[in-house]
């Protein structure tokens, strides 16, 4: 059974950091390209960032500059470094691997607020 956990969702201040976790287990983490996705109230999904299996990365204009995503193979985890943190970020933030519509977790909630 796959399963996909997100962690470290806190409140933060404006121009804050957080780091946000994502363990999966029940599947080969190494062979998938992994993302992260946020949903903002009344809002769609979104895709924020992709890293692929061989570390490439990419970034939705929104963050760019700001986030940063890696992974660890190891620990079949992966990271969403965010950095500069504006009120507009706020969100519920998923992982999940690209393409892929199942297996999605409960996410983590991010809320920056003065």
């Known amino acids: 059974q796959i399963q996909l956990v997100e962690s470290g969702g806190d409140f933060v201040q404006p121009g804050g950091s957080l780091r946000l976790s994502c363990a999966a287990s029940?599947?080969?983490?190494?062979?998938?390209?992994w993302a992260w996705y946020r949903q903002a109230p009344g809002k769609q999904r979104e895709w924020v960032a992709t890293?692929?299996?061989?570390?490439?990365?990419n970034y939705a204009g929104s963050v760019k500059g700001r986030f940063t995503i890696s992974r660890d193979n190891a620990k079949n985890t992966v990271y969403l470094q965010m950095d500069g943190l504006r009120p507009e970020d706020t969100a519920v933030y998923y992982c999940?691997?690209?393409?892929?519509?199942?297996?999605w977790g409960r996410g983590t909630q991010v809320t920056v607020s003065p």
């Open positions: 999940n691997r690209p393409r892929y519509d199942t297996d």
């Open positions: 890293i692929t299996n061989v570390r490439a990365t």
């Open positions: 029940g599947l080969s983490f190494n062979i998938y390209n």
